[in-house]
């Protein structure tokens, strides 16, 4: 099966920055993504990485590193609207069939 | 941008009857139309693939007889939980993805949650 991890919680302070780390070991790779997802609502899309780097999209920022199975998700001058789960997910074939992690809930608080 | 509707939102049944969800493309043609189920605090867990106009392929451990998914058009999916069990009781959750979409990009329905008393 496919190995997906992350931690379970963080909680930051609003206007600070925390990052969520991913790490996976899959048959394969084609691609790497982050949602966020508040509770009772579908996933949002974030960022999508597969090549290494780090891919920059205002508050939020994404980084791979395919030789270390390895992926971050950098959220600054973090928000209350902030609160939620977030999940790492990779596409390991070649049929777009996307293989989640648990999810990290963050908190954020004033 | 792509948009991809559920119906119901929540919805309530016996033990022993039958729902059906439906997940529908607003606004593009979806060849591939995934479900996913969600534990309460815990993440996406894939069911099944459904490719328009040929049988869904199950994920291992998916009753296919018990979640029968049918995906007659472009544009709408549907899933329906026979003989219900509270132990079905989850958020169910489904995306899309069309023919003119990106390798990756893939469109979250907004779930469905299904309690069986």
């Known amino acids: 099966g496919q190995n997906i991890d992350q931690p379970t919680e963080m909680t930051a302070t609003e206007g600070a920055i925390v990052q969520i780390n991913c790490t996976y070991q899959?048959?394969?790779?084609?691609?790497l993504f982050w949602y966020q997802q508040h509770a009772g609502e579908a996933p949002t899309f974030l960022s999508y990485?597969?090549?290494?780097g780090l891919e920059e999209k205002g508050r939020f920022s994404s980084f791979l590193s395919r030789s270390k199975g390895y992926s971050y998700l950098l959220l600054k001058e973090l928000q209350m609207k902030d609160s939620a789960s977030y999940l790492c997910?990779?596409?390991?074939?070649?049929?777009?069939?996307?293989?989640f992690g648990a999810g990290t809930t963050v908190t954020v608080r004033a | 941008g792509a948009v991809v509707s559920q119906h119901p939102s929540w919805v309530i049944c016996k033990s022993g009857t039958s729902v059906k969800i439906e997940c529908r493309s607003l606004?593009?043609?979806?060849?591939?139309m995934f479900w996913y189920r969600q534990f309460p605090k815990q993440s996406l867990m894939l069911m099944a693939t459904?490719?328009?106009?040929?049988?869904?392929?199950?994920e291992q451990g998916v009753e296919k007889d018990k979640f029968l998914i049918n995906h007659a058009s472009l544009t709408l999916s549907t899933l329906t939980v026979t003989s219900a069990h509270p132990e079905d009781s989850s958020f169910y959750i489904c995306?899309?993805?069309?023919?003119?979409?990106?390798?990756?990009?893939?469109?979250f329905g907004p779930g469905t949650r299904l309690t069986v008393t």
């Open positions: 995306s899309a993805r069309g023919l003119a979409e990106a390798a990756y990009e893939q469109y």
């Open positions: 899959t048959s394969g790779f084609n691609g």
């Open positions: 990485n597969v090549l290494d």
């Open positions: 997910a990779v596409i390991p074939g070649d049929d777009y069939k996307l293989s």
């Open positions: 606004d593009f043609q979806a060849t591939t």
């Open positions: 459904s490719n328009e106009g040929s049988k869904a392929t199950y």
